[in-house]
């Protein structure tokens, strides 16, 4: 069993920077590919960025200004997320899980963590 908690949200101006953090319980990265998703108001969960055996994936939304790391000592994976837009506000999920033929399957969810960007 895998569990995920997300800290770090809150409101922050366009332009501006927020870091995320997703706690694992287990041994977390050894394991899965390591994934952030968000979802809007009304809109589907979505991919925004992934980490797997060293190499990161990437949604057009968050090229260039989302990055994802790990720090294997904590067992948290962080989302650096710069030059903030007011449509990148959503709940932000932290995910445990595979990638299957070039497919993110996400296998366990944290609660999520809300990030407003004001305009």
């Known amino acids: 069993q895998v569990q995920l908690v997300e800290s770090g949200g809150g409101l922050v101006q366009a332009g501006g920077s927020l870091r995320l953090s997703c706690a694992a319980s287990?041994?977390?990265?050894?394991?899965?590919?390591m994934a952030w998703f968000r979802q809007a108001p009304g809109k589907v969960r979505e991919f925004v960025i992934s980490?797997?055996?060293?190499?990161?994936y990437y949604s057009d939304s968050a090229k260039g200004r989302f990055t994802i790391s790990t720090d294997n000592a904590k067992n948290t994976v962080y989302l650096q997320m710069n030059s903030l837009k007011p449509e990148d506000t959503a709940v932000y999920y932290c995910?445990?899980?595979?990638?299957?033929?070039?497919?993110?399957?996400?296998?366990?969810w944290g609660q999520g963590t809300q990030v407003t960007v004001s305009s």
């Open positions: 980490w797997s055996g060293g190499y990161t």
């Open positions: 287990g041994r977390t990265f050894s394991t899965y590919a």
């Open positions: 995910a445990a899980g595979e990638y299957e033929r070039g497919t993110y399957l996400p296998g366990y």
